[in-house]
């Protein structure tokens, strides 16, 4: 992998003889790495691998705009259209001049109507009334039935880790060239088909196009993001050592350059507590009284509930490098994170008991991507019997644990640790298959071990 990292380790008080850390000039220094090669490189493909919250969209935009600037028409292939839209107004505020193409499915509502607002962007089902436009944005599903146009010279696939490699084979003949970004960290793609017929073999259907890619194109030229700008000082240390121990990255932001306080006193209670220790450290574990479960743990469904709601009754409030006072955390710059479905349904009608609204809950799946003040975790594993492939999933846990700028509290009975001596992973090896570390049995632990040193315990 191409390194395009800072070499000298980050320093902090007192000079120590080693140079500091600058994120700011270490992440230019990868991106005009990336872009050099994605202009004026010869190969067919550059791969791009991000931590979470280190400016893939905004390494996407530059891209787009300076591949348009040079005369070279491109498309764009995001995995959902709320990404399409993201990127569409992105691309629309950072340039209003640029002529933008939003191809579109033939749905009722197919695209975000504030796109209309935008007097750059030309909307169509149809890539021909597109033709000719700077570039053309659009889902891999779309992108999949257009036929019969001219092939781009360049193409950028966004979240390209979540794209399966059966997606990019049916893109793939109309683009010459392309720049591969996305999150190796992130939830594996999904599929509602069983792949073990295709495992070990270099044309799995249901390996993500990056791992397809480079198994068939070793010689691509591959990048790494270094700094994340969204998590903070107390979180990337953890994050990155869990789940990216082979390509470390480090926060943009120091200690101290962000804070979380309370305009409230804490009540004494095992949320508020908890709300105080995450205040402090980034991080706060509510462990629940160990015991066996329904999905929809009635108690810490309304734990969750009841951090989120003591959250805006003390009154929390934020500072960073993004203002220069407290801003207040308000409930839409909170997020609840789920495994499942039921789950977030059964939080979402614990808030509105307590009278919370506006609050976002959604399984790991949905808030993949985003990014908010606090998040509050329904641990995965939290009261299950037993620690199945799908708990498991290192993405899943990278996800839940990676969305917020500040603080994220964890809430979970006792007992995962032994759960997870209990149920080792028992996955089958398969000759030819790329074994992913760390594993999630792996990392479980390494997260665990690092939240126990923020428990708060608490009998509801």
């Known amino acids: 992998m191409t390194d395009t990292t800072a070499s000298s380790p980050a320093t902090s008080g007192p000079a120590t003889g080693r140079a500091a850390f600058d994120p700011g000039a270490a992440a230019a220094r990868a991106t005009d790495a990336i872009l050099r090669d994605t202009l004026h490189g010869t190969h067919r493909g550059v791969v791009v691998d991000s931590p979470p919250g280190a400016g893939k969209s905004t390494l996407v935009v530059r891209a787009a705009r300076e591949l348009a600037a040079a005369g070279r028409p491109l498309m764009v292939v995001a995995q959902t259209n709320a990404q399409v839209d993201d990127l569409v107004a992105r691309l629309a505020e950072k340039d209003p001049e640029l002529p933008v193409g939003r191809l579109h499915s033939n749905d009722p509502d197919p695209y975000d109507k504030a796109l209309d607002a935008l007097p750059n962007v030309r909307k169509s089902a149809k890539a021909a009334d597109l033709a000719g436009l700077d570039v053309v944005i659009s889902t891999a599903a779309k992108w999949a039935h257009v036929q019969g146009v001219e092939p781009w010279r360049h193409a950028i696939v966004d979240e390209a880790y979540q794209m399966r490699s059966d997606a990019l084979l049916a893109v793939a003949g109309l683009f010459e060239r392309a720049l591969f970004v996305g999150d190796p960290g992130q939830l594996d793609p999904f599929s509602v088909v069983g792949a073990d017929q295709w495992a070990g073999l270099s044309y799995d259907p249901s390996a993500s196009a990056v791992s397809t890619l480079l198994a068939h194109n070793p010689e691509l030229p591959q990048h790494r993001l270094p700094v994340s700008w969204r998590l903070p000082a107390s979180a990337a240390p953890l994050v990155s050592d869990a789940f990216y121990p082979y390509t470390p990255f480090r926060s943009g932001t120091g200690h101290g350059d962000r804070g979380l306080t309370f305009g409230v006193p804490s009540d004494g209670s095992g949320p508020d507590r908890v709300l105080d220790e995450a205040a402090?450290?980034?991080?706060?574990?509510?462990?629940?009284?160990?015991?066996?479960?329904?999905?929809?743990?009635?108690?810490?469904?309304?734990?969750?509930?009841?951090?989120?709601?003591?959250?805006?009754?003390?009154?929390?409030?934020?500072?960073?490098?993004?203002?220069?006072?407290?801003?207040?955390?308000?409930?839409?710059?909170?997020?609840?994170?789920?495994?499942?479905?039921?789950?977030?349904?059964?939080?979402?009608?614990?808030?509105?008991?307590?009278?919370?609204?506006?609050?976002?809950?959604?399984?790991?799946?949905?808030?993949?991507?985003?990014?908010?003040?606090?998040?509050?975790?329904?641990?995965?594993?939290?009261?299950?019997?037993?620690?199945?492939?799908?708990?498991?999933?290192?993405?899943?846990?990278?996800?839940?644990?990676?969305?917020?700028?500040?603080?994220?509290?964890?809430?979970?009975?006792a007992g995962v640790a032994e759960l997870l001596d209990e149920h080792p992973s028992t996955e089958p090896v398969r000759l030819g298959v790329t074994v992913k570390f760390p594993d999630g049995w792996e990392a479980n632990h390494s997260v665990l071990a690092r939240l126990s040193e923020h428990r708060v315990s608490w009998q509801p």
């Open 280 to 413: 402090a450290s980034g991080w706060g574990l509510l462990e629940l009284p160990a015991r066996r479960t329904p999905r929809t743990d009635p108690e810490a469904v309304r734990a969750v509930a009841l951090v989120v709601r003591r959250m805006l009754d003390r009154g929390g409030a934020a500072t960073s490098e993004r203002s220069p006072g407290p801003v207040p955390v308000t409930a839409d710059r909170i997020a609840v994170g789920t495994a499942h479905r039921d789950q977030a349904a059964a939080v979402r009608a614990a808030l509105a008991e307590l009278g919370v609204s506006g609050v976002a809950v959604d399984t790991a799946n949905r808030l993949q991507g985003r990014e908010f003040d606090v998040t509050v975790v329904l641990h995965p594993l939290s009261g299950r019997p037993d620690a199945t492939a799908f708990h498991l999933e290192t993405g899943r846990l990278c996800v839940l644990a990676s969305r917020h700028r500040h603080a994220c509290v964890v809430v979970c009975r």
